[in-house]
């Protein structure tokens, strides 16, 4: 059925090109059969410019869309190195945590008679699914699909452990289980930190891989971006290098003097404070103030009621 409707598309399509070829042959044979050539040559000129015209505004539109797109490529593989860099940092965080996990509970330690607990979680990956939208090699998506699944589930698997091993703290740490039940657990933890590792570290690989291609793809920017790199500075001088230390020493002059005036403001008002409170002990104490209490009633007014010390006599 897809097939009929094709051709029957295909047919009237074809139909419409040969009216449409049949009428502009139809007006330029009687244009050419007619008298006055100077009409035929005008009726030429006007079809040959709107033609070339029409050809040119659709030509400059796909080669300005083609443009377009690979700018659009372009601005999502800079936006993956950064994301790239940020899922290296984590899977490098988690990595640490993991084998500080398994130094506290080394196997000498617990038979030593140690029960330590440990406090620190993994960190979750922030995932950006918006990134593979504005890329046009269907490699890099595939591998960017894939990057991103894996660490969907090793993220999922991270917090897995870490509701494990902290259900199993809070037990210890309530003694609602006894030591024996807590090592027993915690070497069952600790195995699985061990198989966790060996999945970060093959991402912490993949990774590298992957942003090792988008350091390669990346080397082919579109013109203009070229052009703006070429006027403006991408690299640091040598120049540059020869002025920083000096730079920071003044920065860090500067940071110093505001530090000290900071203080000696601090003591200016600290010492106005503590003058203000020897003034205020060395003052002699007033009559004491008599006033009229309300009582607990709402608009009841109670007896007088003197507050402070009494009058002098």
Same mark, same amino acid.
């Given at each position: ?32 059969r007619?008298?006055?050539r ?5 009726v ?25 797109r ?21 899977? +490098?965080?988690?990595?640490? &945590?993991?084998?500080?996990?398994l130094?506290?509970? /080394?196997?000498? !330690? #617990?038979? $030593? ?22 890329? +046009?090699?269907?490699?890099? &998506?595939?591998?960017?699909?894939s990057?991103?699944? /894996?660490?969907? !589930? #090793?993220? $999922?698997?991270l ?45 912490k ?25 070429a ?18 020493a ?27 409170i ?9 009559d ?8 607990g ?17």
């Amino acid at each position: 059925m897809r097939n009929i409707l094709f051709v029957v598309g295909i047919a009237i399509v074809a139909g419409i090109a040969a009216a449409g070829a049949t009428s502009a042959s139809w007006i330029f044979w009687e244009v050419l059969r007619g008298e006055e050539r100077d009409a035929f040559r005008a009726v030429l000129g006007a079809f040959c410019g709107a033609l070339f015209a029409f050809i040119f505004v659709r030509l400059g539109e796909g080669l300005k869309r083609i443009y377009d797109r690979k700018e659009r490529n372009h601005d999502a593989m800079v936006r993956l190195q950064h994301y790239l860099n940020d899922c290296l940092n984590t899977t +490098s965080d988690n990595i640490f &945590i993991a084998d500080t996990f398994l130094a506290v509970f /080394e196997e000498q !330690k #617990l038979e $030593s008679g140690q029960r330590p607990i440990f406090i620190n979680r993994f960190h979750e990956y922030t995932i950006d699914r918006e990134l593979i939208v504005g890329l +046009s090699n269907l490699d890099l &998506i595939n591998e960017l699909y894939s990057i991103n699944t /894996e660490l969907r !589930k #090793l993220s $999922s698997s991270l917090a897995t452990i870490d509701r494990a091993y902290e259900q199993i703290m809070e037990a210890f740490v309530s003694k609602k289980i006894d030591p024996d039940v807590y090592l027993a657990n915690v070497r069952h933890s600790r195995a699985r930190y061990v198989e966790v590792r060996e999945f970060l570290v093959q991402t912490k690989s993949d990774l590298v891989r992957m942003f090792a291609t988008i350091n390669l793809l990346a080397k082919a920017p579109p013109f203009l971006v070229r052009l703006i790199r070429a006027m403006t500075r991408t690299r640091y001088t040598k120049k540059f290098k020869r002025m920083l230390p000096a730079e920071v020493a003044r920065v860090s002059q500067e940071i110093e003097a505001g530090a000290k005036a900071s203080a000696k403001r601090i003591e200016e008002i600290q010492d106005r404070v503590a003058q203000r409170i020897r003034i205020d002990r060395a003052k002699p104490r007033s009559d004491p103030f008599v006033g009229r209490a309300r009582s607990g009633a709402l608009g009841a007014p109670s007896a007088n009621i003197f507050f402070g010390f009494a009058p002098k006599a």
